[in-house]
């Protein structure tokens, strides 16, 4: 039976992208081929936000009691190593049970799943077929996989994908790619964050959009010129713009600068509801 390191799993609103407010079951995945460590930061610089936190490592036993950051990536504890404990590796029948508890009706009725992470397109993709296909997921129609958009996806997943789309088979259930490729401001490497050849494959195989963050104009120019490169390369699907912020203070001084650059260039909004709604805190 597959294992999955799981970060967080929990119900909530989605708060950005095609799903923004379907009740959502979230199961993040620990591990990240990226830091992000730019994020928030003046241009150049890069956060250390998280030092002090993981030198009081021991004082935490769950998510919910780590701090916020305003600086670098938001789910920190979802791939840095020092926090490796407080994810447990659980089996894809306890995951399947788990999620079942924590929904409403304690069955699949109209939510939504949202795999996400981290980086949830690393080695996890064998593990999601006997996940997917668990009795208890029978009656869940959509999943949406949060990824920065640098990860292949190995043959065996593909395949399995592919055989979502076959009339035959009749899986009745539809998977979408929200690719949050990373700009220059998240502080990656631009050679190694922007993949368009690895998401025109995630085309082949699902619905696919990519989720830009952005603070300033002149981050906005970088993400329409981003779009484009995707575009040259065969992706045909929308692009949103969405504020950077994973706390309020720093989401309501960017959210509507961004609204108004998305209008002015055509694409399309995201908001981050889970910030003004729950203050982004962990669990939400
Ligand atoms: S890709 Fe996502 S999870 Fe990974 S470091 Fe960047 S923001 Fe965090």
Redesign the pocket.
């Known amino acids: 039976m597959s294992k999955l390191k799981i970060a967080e799993l929990f119900y909530s609103i989605q708060g950005e992208g095609r799903y923004m407010g379907v009740p959502s079951v979230f199961l993040r995945t620990f591990g ?5 460590a730019g ?1 928030g930061m003046p241009k150049g610089e890069l956060s250390n936000e998280v030092e002090p936190i993981a030198q009081r490592i021991q004082e935490f036993k769950s998510y919910e009691e780590l701090p916020l950051v305003s600086t670098g ?4 504890a ?2 840095d190593p020092r926090f490796k404990d407080l994810s447990p590796m659980l089996t894809s029948d306890a995951i399947a049970e788990r999620i079942c508890e924590i929904l409403p009706f304690n069955e699949w009725k109209d939510e939504h799943l949202v795999i996400t ?3 949830p397109l690393l080695g996890w993709q064998r593990a999601y077929p006997d996940l997917l296909n668990h009795p208890k997921m029978a009656g869940l129609k959509e999943i949406t996989f949060e990824t ?1 958009g640098t990860q292949k996806l190995s043959k065996e997943f593909k395949d399995y994908l592919v055989q979502w789309q076959m009339p035959e088979v009749n899986f009745n259930k539809e998977v979408t790619f929200s690719v ?1 490729a ?1 700009l220059s401001c ?1 502080g ?1 490497e631009r050679h190694e964050a922007i993949r368009p050849d690895i998401v025109c494959e995630y085309e082949e195989v699902g619905y696919t959009y990519l989720k830009l963050v952005v603070a300033t104009e002149e981050d906005a120019e970088e993400a329409i010129e981003t779009a484009d490169i995707y575009r040259a390369e065969g992706f045909t699907g929308p692009v949103y713009l969405m504020p950077v912020g994973g706390v309020e203070s720093v989401y309501t001084l960017n959210n509507r600068r961004v609204a108004e650059l998305a209008m002015k260039n055509g694409l399309r909004y995201s908001d981050r509801l889970q910030v003004p709604l729950f203050k982004n805190e962990w669990g939400t």
């Open positions: 990240c081929n990226f830091k992000c994020f990536c938001d789910s920190y979802s791939w992470g981290g980086e920065n949050s990373k998240s990656e």
